[in-house]
């Protein structure tokens, strides 16, 4: 069984670091507890609709360490997700044999490395400010 004291436990782990990794408020994440799936966490996500869904494995995910590092695990799928989308749409038009702009989708992964990096850099920068 579930209890009342998991389920906040799950809400403030995932506030907590949405809020630290500066995951944009416009996008729709949440957060549920699903008994089904067979990893510790997955992220779901529509990234053209900005919405994405954490499943958290309660079987898995019994201690405090394991839930933090599932749920910070799935988070930071999300923030990767504008250069997951755009290279799984890179990826699909070279399996249909389409032609691509090689030049512009080097480009295009660069700058979306570029910003994942300097995300992830304010985020230690204010932990380290924080302490």
Known sequence: MITKEYRNKIRKLFYYYKKLLEIPHYWSVRVIINEKI?????????????????????????????????????????????????LELLLSKLECGEKVNVKRSKKNMLMYEEAIVAQLAKVIIKQEESK
């Open 38 to 86: 067979t990893e510790y966490a997955n992220v779901v996500y529509d990234y053209q609709d900005k919405r994405f869904t954490i499943s958290i494995n309660p079987k898995l995910n019994q201690d405090l360490p394991t839930l933090k590092d599932s749920i910070l695990h799935e988070l930071i799928h999300v923030l990767f997700t504008p250069a997951t989308a755009r």
